[in-house]
């Protein structure tokens, strides 16, 4: 494929899209409307077919002549339902041409032995004929160069035929003009009409495109978006509420258990001695203790709590509406559960404490900082009475 290859070129003489791939796309999109008014032409066809029989029998009588046409009449009007049964079963054959072509051109020989047998209505046949020929093209749509093969056969059989019967070239030759007019005036309205569908298509199909374009679009504003408000609201190195968020969801918490009458507890966990950890052990281990340290408390505590990284080893519990003995025994257990899950890193098992101080958020507290200065006392009360311990500071 080249760089500027156009998918939605059009091959103006057969008025189809160059494009194989995209022709096959279009025929697919169309498929439904082609076989429908493929049926419907069959369906007029066949009715056609045998309407003439009563024509013939009128001229006729019941005579051979009547019953070899009506013969063919009517296994010509089977082999169209038959046709339209197929075409029922199965759409796509309205657009896979050459089984189409080959009842199309099946279909004239019939008219061709009218000549022979009715000589008397020879002006009448090649009307009908005439006809049948600007029909192919309109109702027979999207196969427009195996529309162009029918109607050649057409009308190169009916010019021999008359030529057999005795017609002189003076005669033949205006009435292949004649018979050439309904075959170009079907050709060109049906290339209209192929080309303007084709040029709907190529538009609607821009059109799908774009709006892709914009839905893929949407879609990655959406999660930079997110992912920018992540960035935003959240500590790196845990990805526990960070300060920003924390303080946002510590008023709104507030407010809320203010205006339905609950209590809230902020905690304070610091680890203990995790300078050691981390001059022992290294700095990227230290990294590991805090995150082995932010799921423990992610795990342990309810969606509604909230945790945030405070500074450095320390991280911040919002408990709305829990009152400070049910803190005292969740804050408790939080401890124990540390305290029993060392951080395993590398055949090591490094154990892990923490001093938590907890306090309760009063009414006359003015700012989070007042309610975190007195729990922090609490957490240095705490660290000198050896560590590893829940304070209550009220
Ligand atoms: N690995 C790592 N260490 C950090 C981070 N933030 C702070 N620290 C370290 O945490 C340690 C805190 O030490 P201290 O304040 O003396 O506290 P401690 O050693 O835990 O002692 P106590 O709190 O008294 O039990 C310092 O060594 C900091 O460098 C971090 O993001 N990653």
Not at 271 to 294: E, S
Not at 311 to 332: C, N, S
């Amino acid at each position: 494929m080249t760089a500027n290859h156009d998918p939605y070129a059009l091959a103006p003489f057969r008025a189809e899209f160059r494009d194989a791939q995209t022709e096959k796309a279009f025929l697919k999109h169309v498929e439904q409307g082609t076989a429908r008014h493929l049926k419907i032409a069959l369906a007029i066809w066949a009715g056609m077919v045998l309407l003439f029989g009563s024509l013939d029998y009128g001229d006729l009588g019941l005579t051979d002549g009547f019953y070899t046409l009506m013969t063919m009449r009517v296994l010509q009007a089977v082999a169209i339902a038959c046709l339209i049964v197929w075409v029922y079963r199965r759409p796509n054959l309205a657009s896979w041409s050459l089984p189409l072509t080959l009842a199309e051109i099946l279909g004239f020989p019939l008219m061709f032995v009218i000549f022979f047998i009715r000589p008397d209505i020879a002006a009448w046949n090649v009307g009908v004929i005439c006809i049948i020929l600007i029909s192919i093209y309109v109702f027979v749509p999207n196969r427009l160069m195996y529309n162009n093969l029918v109607a050649l056969f057409g009308l190169v059989g009916t010019l021999v035929s008359l030529g057999i019967r005795g017609s002189e070239l003076a005669t033949l030759l205006p009435l292949s003009v004649v018979m050439c007019l309904p075959i170009v005036t079907g050709y060109v309205a049906s290339r209209r009409l192929q080309l303007v569908q084709r040029q709907e298509f190529s538009l609607l199909q821009e059109v799908n495109r774009s709006n892709q374009e914009l839905c893929d679009e949407i879609e990655r504003r959406k999660s930079l978006e997110a992912e920018l408000q992540r960035q935003a609201t959240t500590d790196p190195l845990t990805g526990l509420s960070n300060r920003r968020q924390y303080e946002m969801l510590f008023r709104r918490e507030r407010e809320r258990c203010a205006r339905q009458g609950g209590s809230m507890v902020l905690g304070i966990a610091d680890l203990d001695h995790f300078k050691q950890i981390n001059d022992t052990h290294g700095h990227d281990l230290g990294d590991q203790a805090l995150k082995h340290v932010a799921s423990i408390f992610l795990e342990s505590l309810r969606h509604s709590d909230v945790v945030g990284r405070f500074g450095g080893e320390e991280f911040i519990l919002l408990l709305p509406d829990t009152q400070m003995d049910q803190a005292k025994v969740v804050v408790e257990r939080l401890r124990e559960q540390l305290a029993g899950t060392p951080l395993g890193a590398e055949s090591l098992s490094i154990p892990l404490t923490a001093t938590f101080a907890i306090t309760p958020v009063r009414v006359d507290d003015d700012t989070i900082e007042d309610i975190i200065r007195r729990a922090d006392k609490g957490l240095y009360q705490g660290k000198r009475e050896g560590r590893n311990r829940v304070v209550v500071a009220a």
